[in-house]
């Protein structure tokens, strides 16, 4: 089974960048999608972006469109969410997940499911972007 391990939140000024990287190991390329969904206190688990691993195809929330990009590195296993423009309400948990490709099978659609279970999810790393 596919583990995920997040790094590089921390905290940063409005306007700032960070940038996400998620580590994939025993990397089954099982999966076909990868993403990065968010969680803010008080609010439900929501989908910023995603891959298409076997591709390049990519998908961003409305909220972080042009800000936000999404990017693979496949000898590395190495998933990254490079974060420009930060606004205090990107403020959240941010996870990294995998789709289960035989339930989920396009990434579009899968970004938006929200807290799947059948995802394989990291366990967080905390943004916070003050005003």
């Known amino acids: 089974q596919v583990q995920l391990v997040e790094s590089g939140g921390g905290s940063v000024q409005a306007g700032g960048s960070l940038r996400l990287s998620c580590k994939a190991s025993?990397?089954?390329?099982?999966?076909?999608?990868m993403g990065w969904f968010r969680q803010a206190p008080g609010k439900e688990r929501e989908g910023v972006a995603a891959?298409?691993?076997?591709?390049?195809?990519?998908y961003y929330a409305d909220s972080v469109a042009g800000r936000f990009t999404i990017s693979q590195d496949h000898a590395k296993d190495m998933t990254y969410l490079q974060m420009n423009n930060l606004k205090p309400e990107d403020s959240a948990m941010y996870y990294c997940?995998?789709?289960?490709?035989?339930?989920?099978?396009?990434?579009?659609?899968?970004?938006?499911?929200?807290?799947?279970?059948?995802?394989?999810w990291g366990q967080g790393t905390l943004v916070t972007v003050s005003s």
């Open positions: 997940a995998a789709n289960d490709p035989k339930v989920d099978k396009t990434c579009r659609p899968w970004l938006g499911s929200g807290d799947n279970v059948r995802n394989t």
């Open positions: 025993r990397y089954s390329r099982v999966s076909n999608c």
């Open positions: 891959i298409y691993t076997g591709g390049d195809n990519t």
